[in-house]
């Protein structure tokens, strides 16, 4: 008995120790108190957040070389600065991330992180990608150049909601199997250009959303785009109130069900090419609400008392989504050979 309460006493003055040292000690995890430096080592699991819960010291999180993270990674980070207030930085560079295959959601709703380094992430195993940084409003670049997303089936809302991205290159990305971007880019109110001229959407069946709201987007490169399985476009554009161009001459439209507001607030829109076989679905829409600087390609313009005159008749504005072949066949398009 009196091992046994010499051992609690001994056991309690370590703890007292280590509480009053400046680094606090886990086997997976060590704060630096004056820092605010938490590094992680071995197997990292959801359980690591139970240890830092409100805790307003923490500030950054740096994983060691050989760190490994687990197959479901699915919102593993989601919300992290509410759980840590005072985070600001996460750098996963030196992670095993080789066995991760769903990565949806994972770094979502991180607003007030303002860095994310994710160098050298190993992604060739992750099928989804849905949300991945959804709502990381405070981060303003992200380097993704060590990714491979061969295997990924879905990007709906990637990126949704960064609003301080003001470059994003994606040169690197495989697409090929990716079946939705629905609301990949949407939010993304500092970006000035988007080259996606890498991208194979030849699988992709969702667009609707991937552009809304990108309101500093004033050039964007789709001339690779194949959505010839696309049945929806709707919002696509929405609010993209610094283009004024758009070149979709490589778009097929074969699969089109869903377009409405697809080009809405579009202010300063002035040109749409398309390809000679576009032909827009029949149905009623606001597909060019407050496009009033557009012109089709023989001088058709869209124009306030058009708009009105389409609402009275209630027909729509769609009937003139195709290309503007003259006075006798007016259209908001115009055909790029």
């Not at 994606?170 to 697409?175: A, E, I, K, M, V």
């Given at each position: ?84 207030p005072n985070l600001r930085s996460i750098d996963l560079s030196g992670a095993d991330t080789s066995n991760v295959n ?109 552009f809304s709201y990108c309101k500093d987007l004033r050039e964007i490169n789709l001339t690779s785009f194949d959505t ?110």
């Amino acid at each position: 008995m009196k091992r046994i309460i010499a051992a609690a006493l001994v056991l309690t003055m370590i703890i007292a120790l280590i509480v009053g040292m400046d680094i606090y000690v886990h086997k997976n995890y060590k704060l630096d108190k004056e820092t605010g430096v938490v590094t992680v080592k071995g197997e990292l699991d959801a359980r690591f957040f139970t240890h830092f819960l409100n805790d307003e010291r923490v500030k950054s999180i740096v994983a060691e070389e050989g760190c490994v993270l687990p197959e479901n990674c699915n919102s593993f980070f989601y919300r992290a600065t509410v759980k840590m207030p005072n985070l600001r930085s996460i750098d996963l560079s030196g992670a095993d991330t080789s066995n991760v295959n769903d990565a949806c959601n994972m770094f979502a709703s991180c607003s007030g992180l303002t860095t994310l380094v994710i160098t050298g992430f190993d992604t060739s195993n992750i099928t989804n990608m849905c949300g991945m940084f959804d709502g990381c409003t405070d981060i303003g670049s992200l380097d993704l150049s060590s990714f491979d997303t061969s295997k990924v089936t879905t990007m709906a809302g990637m990126f949704q909601g960064c609003e301080s991205l003001e470059t994003l290159d994606l040169g690197s990305f495989d697409t090929s199997n990716v079946e939705s971007m629905s609301n990949m880019f949407s939010g993304c109110g500092k970006l000035k250009t988007l080259d996606l001229g890498n991208f194979d959407t030849s699988k992709v069946m969702n667009m609707s959303d991937m552009f809304s709201y990108c309101k500093d987007l004033r050039e964007i490169n789709l001339t690779s785009f194949d959505t010839s399985l696309v049945s929806e476009m709707d919002r696509m554009f929405y609010g993209c109130r610094s283009l004024s161009v758009i070149d979709m001459s490589s778009f097929d439209s074969s699969s089109l069900k869903q377009i409405w507001n697809m080009f809405q607030f579009c202010t300063v829109l002035e040109t749409i090419y398309v390809n000679g076989r576009w032909e827009t679905p029949n149905i009623d829409t606001d597909m060019f609400g407050g496009c009033y600087q557009l012109v089709g390609g023989k001088g058709w313009h869209y124009t306030i008392s058009k708009e009105q005159e389409l609402y009275e008749k209630q027909d729509g504005d769609s009937k003139y989504a195709k290309i503007d072949r003259g006075d006798n066949a007016p259209g908001f398009f115009t055909l790029k050979e």
